[in-house]
């Protein structure tokens, strides 16, 4: 995760733990098992419920890559693509089958080899185009499951806390226990809705977030190859590609 996402987390634990200090009460008292129990069981019980295995599967490669450092380097993309169409200009677009691939992203892989096979640029252009309306979609449906997360979540902790005042409901003879057995019961609450505001929702956005700037780059290198298959020159090709930059999330 980028320092600016490690940022925001120690803010968040370190508003929460001050709030509960600053009227010296026990940090224990944010702590319950059965309620975490309860709101995280639930939660992820529900998605299992709604969600297919292949969908979750998608979901949690998503959830690692928000750890991994972005991949999709626009500058380094649009140094590439500008050599690629000097090199074609000079010695034909058959030259760039010499090109090494093994560092490529797999759309840029692709779009290369069928420039080289000498794909028309029309048709090109719409494969490449469906290739990346279809990569959006699959990881759209990706941070759904986190969105999902996010609605279930606060609904299940209030389950929980009812649960916990039911319990508490066998105390009420004995005053100081009661009081005790209501606070842990709204304690569930409190997980149900700090894990969709801090957690879920966060992630959803931020899974959003990474899979539009890899449309973005993808979108530039289409621009980019089709360009190429028309023999444009490379230095109206670089302040074409220019302009993607300042729309770059990274």
């Known amino acids: 995760m980028s320092k600016i996402g490690l940022i925001g987390f120690v803010i968040i634990a370190v508003s ?7 009227h010296n009460a026990p940090l224990s008292g944010l702590l319950d098992f059965s309620a975490f129990l309860i709101v995280f069981g639930g939660t992820v019980g529900t998605i299992l419920i709604q969600s297919s295995s292949k969908q979750l599967g998608h979901a949690c490669k998503q959830l690692v890559c928000l750890f991994a450092k972005p991949r999709y380097q626009l500058e380094e993309q649009i140094s590439l693509i500008k050599r690629w169409s000097v090199i074609s200009r000079q010695d034909g677009l058959l030259s760039l089958e010499k090109e090494n691939v093994e560092n490529l992203d797999s759309f840029t892989e692709k779009s290369l080899s069928m420039l080289v096979d000498g794909c028309d640029p029309v ?14 979609d699959k990881n759209e449906r990706g941070a759904q499951v986190f969105d999902a997360m996010g609605g279930y979540s606060p609904t299940i902790g209030i389950i929980g806390a009812v649960l916990g005042l039911i319990q508490a409901m066998a105390f009420l003879d004995q005053p100081e226990l009661l009081g005790q057995g ?4 709204f304690v569930a609450t409190i997980y149900g809705v700090a894990f969709a505001n801090f957690i879920f929702l966060p992630i959803a956005n931020k899974i959003r977030l990474n ?6 780059f993808e979108e530039m290198s289409m621009v980019g190859i089709i360009a190429i298959a028309h023999g444009e020159n490379s230095l109206l090709l670089e302040r074409r590609l220019n302009g993607y930059l300042s729309r770059a999330a990274f």
């Open 211 to 216: 899979y539009q700037h890899q449309a973005l």
């Open 182 to 185: 209501i606070a842990i019961a």
């Open 123 to 136: 048709t090109l252009q719409d494969i490449l185009q469906q290739e990346i309306e279809l990569e959006i």
């Open 16 to 22: 929460i733990i001050s709030a509960q200090l600053y």
